[in-house]
């Protein structure tokens, strides 16, 4: 594999793909949000507090920016009202996962 990325060219650049990656890349382009993943694959499953002390933002807005990430299948949650719990999705699509080791 070269220093680039190699995405699945068999996945040609329709509407929904297009659709797809302009979400995502929305979601991604916070860099809390990009703190809160390299944390999360270091450390595997994480309170939602421990994340907001680590990231340096809020408790309030933390859930916020870990919804946004769990609506683009990036993070699971595990967990009732007050003591959730974050760890990247198990099933994260392979050219997502490419994406997410560049910046996270």
Known sequence: MSNSI???TKNKMNNKNI???SRIFRGLANPH??????????????AVSVLAKEVGISVKNTPRNLRILHDLEILESLGKSDHIFYSIYTGLDKEVNLIIKMFA
């Open 33 to 46: 949000r990009l703190e809160m993943i390299k944390l999360l694959k270091k450390n595997g499953k994480t």
């Open 19 to 21: 659709h797809k990656w």
């Open 6 to 8: 190699e995405l699945d």
